[in-house]
């Protein structure tokens, strides 16, 4: 470590870290309500056990991209952060108000919850990822503008680097799509609109920026590659994401009462967006063959290789699936959406969020990377979580093309109660996989604590 | 480059870097998928598209092909000419590039100009949706292309680069040709063949 | 088989020139407004022979790797060759 306010970065990843499991824990429950339909009632509904999932999911994931923003940026600008004492301020301010919704959508009926935070004043709740009371809204807008401004002010009166521009760029826009939350119209079209500008222009926009720059710092970092050459690689995949993510919003404009044309533009473009994510494996894997030093934490270059590959897959290969609007006619909301969600997010972003805390935390623990055996325990992590992530994907792909052909496709359609009947099964094996994945995850924390002989290097 | 012996056969690497290649290769299928699109609507809406290509402006079209073949070509000499050390006159070439360029540009614009003001937008019909999304966006790959071209014209003007180090120059350049490849078969495709 | 240098400018020059000429007889058949299987094939042919130089001479992928000619010359190929099929019955 460099620099002394990185270790701000370390509380970041350990709130994030907690909220996966949180977030996980949520998911097995809802995966078991699948199948038990009556499992937890009435504690825990349903429809309240999804939006936590969600809703943690995007907050962890917040935390996580802040604390590696905090690492990475006093690294990159070569100065102190601009202020660490915000840092930590809005560090507390986050998790409380993080902590107070989760416990107000638990504690209260979602309409209590509304009453009780003076919805009514200027209603932005009861959409899907952006249930969040309008108050929690606010404050996250003000966490958000106070750390793009304590990382703004440290690039910009620090070295400036491309990798440093490009994630100042994704959090920027990070803050400002957000603001498409506060905008609620009572036109249905116009409010889905609208929505898709957080949802969409986040996870296919923004985003993608924020992961190109962490995953190229990583590499760079650990595989001493000129920096040119990975900045050269960041600029075109960028380039790329933008060209095609930004037209691509389209693919979610097929349905919903705007003009025609957006089925035109939505299924050309967002069938290129994973040539994107193509590349950045491409990168990946050539800067790691390219590489000038073998760095002794293999755990997080596995991550960055793996983040590489599972993005693609995930947002990818499995976007492209049912991105064309005449496939998409028939697929669109069903369990096919559920695997590409699962998996994108889990490559894209849960995957680079746990790389760059595999290639940090170590180092903000004073040492290079971590013992062999607790390298090892987290490679063993790595691929229970990945493999089962993996198996939860094709169980819900089989799921879904069940259901589009039983519900949608056949001369003798079903009702979607009917279907859900026949799928059954595919819930059974996807609640199986979702319970390896936590095993992963408890053998993930657990090589946090595994000791052993630490790897000798120069700290890099 | 060595005259290469008779059994051992030495290929040249692509010139520029290899990530623009990267990206070219991606834009391309991009604008490949584009125009299949375009070609096989068209079959289908033929009354369409025959009666509305008509209004579309030929001239202006036409003008913009040269604009950009010749544009093209400056920036080759451009090329030609820092391999030789000559990077005043290279940046000369690069600067005609960059005005032919920035006709087509104006062109354009007075072309969408003229269809907007006619009341033409994206729901006109799938004509007009495939005209302006297509030329739409081969118009923002030329603002793009000019902008690597501007960057590279101010670094060659600075003598930053010379006959051994130009991989800028190469990698702008063929960025540049790319775009004009794409316009080449656009023009005839949506102006002229029916 | 003799590989001419690419860097020749004069070699330039005469391709811009066949790129401008080809470039004409294109407009000029849309001007004329003839319409038909023959036009097309002609339009068509000369996108092939302008692309094929933009390709080979003004990016320069003459005497690069094999791969890369393909994949570049197939690219325009294909793509002309999918036009052709879809504009054939028209």
Redesign the interface.
Request: hydrophobic content about 60%.
């Given at each position: 470590m460099k620099y002394q306010s990185q270790l701000v970065a370390q509380k970041y990843f350990i709130a994030a870290l907690s909220l996966f499991l949180g977030q996980i824990l949520f998911g097995v429950i809802m995966g078991m309500q699948y199948v038990v339909g009556d499992f937890l009632f009435p504690e825990i509904p349903f429809n309240i056990a999804r939006m936590v999932h969600t809703n943690l999911l995007i907050v962890w994931l917040l935390f996580a991209f802040m604390g590696a923003s905090y690492y990475l940026v006093p690294e990159e600008s070569e100065r102190e952060l601009y202020s660490p004492a915000l840092a930590n301020l809005m560090f507390w301010i986050f998790l409380v108000a993080g902590a107070l919704t989760v416990l107000g959508y638990l504690l209260f009926t979602y309409s209590e919850l509304a009453a009780l935070t003076f919805n009514e004043l200027w209603p932005t709740m009861g959409r899907e990822f952006l249930e969040q009371p309008t108050i929690t809204k606010v404050g996250i807008v003000i966490v958000a503008l106070a750390f793009v401004f304590n990382i703004g002010m440290t690039i910009l009166t620090g070295r400036k680097t491309v990798v440093s521009l490009v994630l100042l760029t994704g959090l920027v826009g990070l803050a400002v799509f957000f603001l498409f939350a506060f905008y609620n119209p009572v036109n249905v079209v116009l409010d889905k609109y609208w929505w898709w500008w957080v949802v969409h222009l986040w996870v296919e926009g923004v985003w993608e920026l924020i992961l190109g720059a962490i995953l190229a710092f990583v590499l760079i970092k650990v595989t001493g590659v000129d920096r040119e050459v990975i900045e050269k690689w960041l600029y075109i995949i960028i380039a790329m994401t933008l060209i095609t993510g930004i037209i691509g919003t389209g693919h979610h404009y097929f349905w919903i009462g705007t003009p025609d044309y957006w089925q035109w533009l939505g299924s050309i473009f967002s069938a290129m967006e994973p040539i994107p994510f193509f590349m950045m494996t491409l990168f990946a894997f050539n800067m790691v063959n390219k590489r000038r030093r073998d760095h002794p934490n293999k755990a997080a270059v596995l991550w960055a290789l793996g983040t590489a590959v599972m993005a693609f897959l995930g947002a990818g290969v499995w976007g492209f699936m049912h991105t064309l609007a005449p496939i998409n006619y028939y697929t669109h909301g069903t369990q096919i959406t559920a695997a590409h969600g699962h998996m994108a997010f889990y490559g894209a972003y849960v995957m680079i969020s746990l790389t760059m805390i595999s290639y940090s935390m170590p180092i903000m623990r004073g040492k290079v990377a971590n013992s062999q055996a607790a390298q090892t325990l987290e490679m063993w992590s790595f691929w229970l979580m990945t493999v089962s992530m993996v198996f939860i994907t094709l169980f819900l792909t089989a799921a879904g093309i069940l259901q589009v052909y039983l519900q949608r496709f056949t001369d003798t359609p079903i009702t979607f109660m009917q279907a859900q009947e026949k799928i059954e099964i595919f819930y059974w094996l996807r609640e199986v996989s979702g319970i390896v994945f936590l095993i992963g995850l408890i053998v993930y924390f657990i090589s946090f604590f595994v000791k052993g002989e630490e790897p000798q290097g120069v700290e890099a | 480059m060595n005259h290469t012996d008779k059994n051992i056969v030495q290929y040249k690497p692509l010139p520029g870097d290899f990530a623009i290649w990267v990206f070219i290769f991606a834009e391309l299928l991009v604008f490949g998928i584009l125009f299949i699109s375009y070609a096989f609507t068209r079959k289908y809406n033929l009354e369409l598209f025959n009666h509305h290509q008509q209004f579309l402006d030929r001239e202006t079209g036409a003008i913009n092909t040269v604009l950009l073949i010749t544009s093209s070509y400056f920036v080759v000499r451009a090329v030609d000419a820092i391999k030789k050390n000559m990077s005043q006159q290279s940046a000369r070439w690069l600067a005609l590039g960059l005005l032919c360029g920035a006709a087509f540009v104006v062109f354009k614009i007075l072309e969408f100009n003229e269809k907007f003001s006619e009341g033409i937008t994206l729901s006109t019909n799938i004509f007009y949706m495939f005209y302006l999304c297509l030329t739409g966006f081969h118009f923002m790959h030329v603002l793009l292309g000019m902008v690597i071209l501007a960057f590279i014209l101010v670094k060659t003007h600075r003598r930053k680069y010379n006959a051994d180090d130009h991989d800028g120059v190469e990698t702008g350049a063929s960025y540049w040709h790319m775009v004009d490849l794409v316009w080449i078969i656009l023009f005839p495709l949506v102006y002229i063949i029916r | 088989m003799t590989r001419f240098?690419i860097?020749s400018?004069t070699k330039?020059?005469l391709?811009?020139l066949l790129?401008?000429l080809l470039?004409?007889v294109?407009?000029g058949?849309?001007?004329i407004g003839y319409?038909g299987t023959f036009?097309?094939t002609i339009?068509?042919a000369?996108?092939l022979i302008?692309?094929h130089h933009?390709?080979a001479?003004?990016?320069?992928?003459r005497?690069?790797?094999k791969k890369?000619r393909w994949?570049?010359q197939g690219?325009?190929l294909?793509?002309?060759a999918?036009?052709a099929t879809?504009?054939r019955?028209?």
């Open positions: - | - | 240098a860097t400018s330039a020059t391709i811009w790129l401008v470039t004409l294109t407009y058949l849309g001007k319409s036009v097309i339009v068509l000369s996108v302008k692309g933009i390709i001479d003004f990016m320069g992928l005497g690069t790797e890369w994949l570049m690219w325009l294909l793509i002309v999918v036009i879809a504009y019955y028209s």
